[in-house]
C-alpha cells in the first residue's frame, strides 16, 4: 500500500513526495530509484522535514503510534485501516488527532469508488425504492503470509478485512450499527485457528434506519479478488460485481418482473422429470428423505438461532441414512 500511494501521491500535480520512511532497506532504495526522494528508516527523522502530511502504511499493529506521532508533528494523516489493534488504542490515538487539529482520513476506499458511488446516488434517486437488505461479499486471494497472521498482527478478518464492509454501509445507507451477530471458521488455512482468526466469516448487521446487511469474506480466492454487493429494496434492486465490468446494475421496479416460476421452470420441470425417471427406472429419487430432513432440521435450528437472539446454535447430528428409492 505504501508504494501504491507514494506512486499517486508522485504523479499528482497537487502535491509533492518529500521522503519515505521504511524501516526496510529494500523498500527505502526503491523508492529513491523510483522517485528520486529522501528515504529514512526513522519515522521522527521524517516527521521532523517540512512536510504538511504523513500517509501512514505500516504494519497494522504500528498505525497507533504513527498516527499519534504524525498528529503530534501537527500534520496531516492519511492511514490505513484500521487505526489501531484494540478500541482503547484507537479511540485514545484518535482523540489526539481531534486535539490536534490536523486533518485526518482513513482508508476507506469504496467511499472513492466510483461504483459504490453509483449505488449511493442511485439508492438517493429512489430508484429502488426503500432499501432494506444490503449483502456484501469480499473474497481474498490469499490468507496473508503465515509470519502476517495472529490477532496481534493484523486484527483478523474482521478488522483486517470486513472493516469495509461496515464502513460502506454506513456510508450507503447514512444510518448507524446499532447490533450484530458474527460467525466464522478457519475452513482451507486452518492454521489461522491456532491464532484465533478465521478465513471464512459473515457478519448481520441491523440498522438504525431499520435497515439489515450481511456481508461475508473469505481469504483463499485463488481466482483473485472480488467484492461484490446486492441492495435489495421495495421496489427494485442494485447489484455491483466483478461479473459486470460496467460496474452496476440497477433493476427498478418497472423491469419486467420475473417470478419464481420463471426463474426455476427448467427446474421445476427437470425435478419433476427426474422423479419420474427414478420411479420408472428403480433409481434412488434425489433429493431424497435424507435430504429433507437434514435442510429442515438446519431451518429449525436457525429459527431458534433468531427466536434466541442470534446465537451459534449447534444442529443435531443426522439420522442413518435411508435410501428414498
Ligand atoms: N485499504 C485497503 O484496502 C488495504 C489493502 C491492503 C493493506 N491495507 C493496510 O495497509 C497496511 C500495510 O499493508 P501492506 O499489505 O502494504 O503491508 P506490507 O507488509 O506489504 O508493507 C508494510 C511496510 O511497512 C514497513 N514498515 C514496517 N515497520 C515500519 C515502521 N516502523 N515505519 C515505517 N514503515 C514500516 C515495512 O517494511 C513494509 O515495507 C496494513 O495496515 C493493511 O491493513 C489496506
Given amino acids: 500500500m505504501g508504494s501504491l500511494h507514494a506512486a499517486t501521491i508522485a504523479a499528482s500535480p497537487d502535491a509533492d513526495l518529500v521522503a519515505v520512511c521504511d524501516p526496510d ?9 523510483e522517485w528520486s526522494v529522501r528515504t529514512t528508516p526513522i519515522l521522527e527523522e521524517l516527521l521532523c522535514l517540512p512536510l504538511d502530511a504523513v500517509v501512514v502504511t505500516s504494519p497494522t499493529p504500528q498505525h497507533a503510534d504513527h498516527i499519534r506521532a504524525a498528529a503530534r508533528a501537527g500534520k496531516a494523516i492519511f492511514a490505513e485501516k484500521p487505526v489501531g489493534l484494540t478500541w482503547e488504542e484507537s479511540d485514545c490515538v484518535l482523540r489526539e488527532v481531534v486535539d490536534a487539529a490536523v486533518p485526518f482520513q482513513i482508508n476507506f476506499q469504496r467511499r472513492w469508488d466510483q461504483r459504490f458511488r453509483a449505488v449511493k446516488k442511485s439508492i438517493k434517486a429512489g430508484d429502488i425504492g426503500q432499501p ?5 461479499h469480499g473474497r481474498d486471494p490469499d490468507a496473508s503470509r503465515a509470519s502476517h497472521w495472529g490477532l496481534h498482527r493484523n486484527g483478523g478478518l474482521f478488522l483486517n478485512c470486513a472493516i469495509h464492509d461496515y464502513d460502506a454501509v454506513r456510508y450507503l445507507t447514512g444510518a448507524e450499527v446499532t447490533s450484530l451477530n458474527a460467525t466464522g471458521a478457519a475452513v482451507v488455512h486452518k492454521g489461522l485457528a491456532e491464532v ?3 478465513d471464512t466469516c459473515s457478519t448481520t448487521l441491523f440498522l438504525d434506519d431499520g435497515s439489515m446487511a450481511i456481508t461475508e469474506w473469505s481469504r483463499y480466492a485463488t481466482y483473485g ?3 461484490g454487493l446486492e441492495v435489495v429494496g421495495t421496489d427494485g434492486f442494485i447489484y455491483l460485481s466483478r461479473g459486470d465490468p460496467s460496474g452496476v446494475v440497477v433493476t427498478g421496479g418497472d423491469a419486467a418482473a420475473p417470478s419464481v416460476y420463471d426463474v426455476f421452470g427448467d427446474a421445476y420441470r427437470a ?3 427426474g422423479f419420474i425417471d427414478a420411479v420408472r427406472n428403480g433409481h434412488p429419487a434425489t433429493p431424497g428423505v435424507d ?11 436457525a429459527r431458534r438461532s433468531y427466536q434466541s437472539g ?7 447430528p443426522p439420522a442413518p441414512r435411508h435410501s428414498s428409492a
Fill in 310 to 316: 442470534g446465537g451459534v446454535l449447534a444442529v443435531a
Fill in 291 to 301: 435430504d429433507a430432513r437434514a435442510a429442515l432440521q438446519v431451518a429449525l435450528c
Fill in 25 to 33: 532497506e529494500h523498500a527505502t532504495r526503491r523508492a529513491s530509484r
Fill in 132 to 136: 432494506v437488505l444490503f449483502k456484501f
Fill in 271 to 273: 425435478s419433476v422429470l
Fill in 225 to 227: 479478488f472480488d467484492v
Fill in 196 to 198: 484465533g482468526d478465521i
